[in-house]
C-alpha cells in the first residue's frame, strides 16, 4: 500500500498534470506579469493556425505576443509542454452528443465533432494519439466515448478498441486531407495539377494486363469521386457496422 504523500510519475510529468489540471494563477505580489499562460496558448494555436505547425517555436509565439522568448518559460517548460496544452484547449471545442440517442447515433456524433475539430486546428494532425494529454478536455471527451461505446454491451476490452478505431479512423482522414491542403498552398500545386502533371505515364508505362483490377474499376468510374467528407463517413459507416454486428451476436 502507497503512502498518502508518494509522489507518481516525474518531476516534469508531475509539473505538465498541473499545467492541464491546476495552472497556477497570476502572483498576488510582485512584478505584474505581461501575459497568462491562457494567453501564451492563444498566442501558440494562432502562431500554428497561422505560420504551419512547423513554424511553432517558443520564439515565435514570444514575437506575435510582443515578449522575450525568455519569458515564456515562467509560464511553460518549453514547446513539447505547450504543444499539450494546446492540444488540450482544442479538444475543448468538442461537443458531446445527447444521451438519450442509440449508441451508434452518439458515436457518429463524437466522429463528427472530432473531423471539425481538425478541420478548424489543422495543426492537430502533429498530435500523437497514442500519447495524448491527459487534459481535462481530451480526457472528458474520451470519456464520453467510451460511453456511448459501452452502450453496445460488447466486453471492455472490445469497447476499449472501437472507440481508438474511431478516434484513428477520423484522424487518418483528417491528417491525408490536411496535409494535401497544405502542400497546395505551400507549393501552389493544387491535387488535379499534381495528376495532369503526370499524365506521361498512362501512355509509357500504364498497361491494363499489368492493373487489370485499376483498369476495371476506372472503366466502371469507381475512381471519379473525388475525396470528400462522404469519404470518411463511408469508413465510419462500415465500421460501425461490424461492430453492430457483433453487438448483436453479444445479445
Known amino acids: 500500500m502507497d503512502e498518502p504523500d508518494t509522489e507518481w510519475g516525474t518531476a516534469e510529468g508531475r509539473a505538465m498534470i498541473r499545467l492541464l489540471w491546476d ?19 492563444s498566442g501558440a494555436i494562432e502562431v500554428a493556425s497561422q505560420q504551419g505547425v512547423d513554424e511553432l517555436s517558443m520564439r515565435k509565439v514570444a514575437q506575435h505576443l510582443g515578449v522575450g522568448a525568455m519569458s515564456l518559460y515562467t509560464y511553460v ?9 494546446m492540444i488540450d484547449r482544442a479538444w475543448a471545442g468538442r461537443a458531446l452528443p445527447d444521451r438519450t440517442l442509440p449508441w451508434r447515433a452518439q458515436v457518429e456524433f463524437h466522429a463528427r465533432e472530432a473531423w471539425a475539430m481538425y478541420q478548424a486546428n489543422p495543426w492537430l494532425i502533429r498530435s500523437n494519439l497514442w500519447r495524448m494529454p491527459l487534459g481535462p478536455h481530451v480526457l472528458d471527451a474520451q470519456e464520453d466515448l467510451y460511453r ?32 494535401d491542403t497544405s502542400v497546395s498552398a505551400r507549393t501552389g500545386v ?36 473525388e475525396y470528400s467528407d462522404a469519404a470518411w463517413e463511408f469508413g465510419l459507416r462500415l465500421l460501425l457496422d461490424g461492430v453492430e454486428r457483433m453487438a448483436d451476436g453479444e445479445r
Not at 497570476?26 to 512584478?31: H, I, M, S, T, Y
Not at 517548460?77 to 496544452?85: D, S, T, V, Y
Not at 454491451?153 to 477520423?170: K, S
Open 23 to 41: 495552472p497556477p494563477p497570476p502572483p498576488a505580489r510582485g512584478p505584474r506579469q505581461r501575459l497568462t499562460l491562457d494567453q501564451v496558448v
Open 77 to 85: 517548460p518549453g514547446k513539447e509542454e505547450l504543444f499539450e496544452l
Open 148 to 179: 456511448a461505446v459501452l452502450l453496445t454491451g460488447l466486453p471492455a476490452t472490445t469497447v476499449a478498441r472501437v472507440a481508438g478505431l474511431v478516434e484513428a479512423h477520423v484522424f487518418g482522414a483528417a491528417r491525408s486531407a490536411v496535409t
Open 190 to 225: 493544387t491535387q488535379d495539377d499534381y495528376w495532369e502533371s503526370r499524365q506521361s505515364f498512362w501512355g509509357t508505362y500504364y498497361t491494363p494486363e499489368r492493373f487489370p483490377a485499376m483498369t476495371h474499376i476506372w472503366e466502371q468510374g469507381g475512381f471519379d469521386e
